[in-house]
Nanobody, 115 residues
């Protein structure tokens, strides 16, 4: 079992930045893949970025070059640095951990990009 708690969401103007955090109840060393997903109103949940063993990252085309996924030194916190935010980045952002084939989700944090 993996518990995940996201934080860092909020209201930001277009072009601004936010950093999301996801605190996990266990070290990432025991987790296969960590990732950030988002769900906008009326849309399906979509992948934003993933971080796998060895530091391999993967990004959605819509955020590549603007968002950066990383883990903390303690290896139990996942971050998503979001720069140059756009209106279309508005969504609830979820942290996900995959361990032994099981998926674990956090409760989500709202990001609203608006002027």
């Amino acid at each position: 079992q993996v518990q995940l708690v996201e934080s860092g969401g909020g209201l930001v103007q277009p072009g601004g930045s936010l950093r999301l955090s996801c605190a996990a109840s266990t070290s990432f060393l025991s987790i296969d893949t960590m990732g950030w997903y988002r769900q906008a109103p009326g849309k399906q949940r979509e992948l934003v970025a993933t971080l796998a063993g060895g530091g391999i990252t993967n990004y959605a085309a819509s955020v590549k070059g603007r968002f950066t996924i990383s883990s903390g030194v303690a290896k139990n916190t996942l971050y998503l640095q979001m720069n140059s935010l756009k209106h279309e980045d508005t969504a609830v952002y979820y942290c996900k951990a995959k361990k032994f084939g099981n998926n674990y989700w956090g409760q989500g944090t709202q990001v609203t990009v608006s002027s």
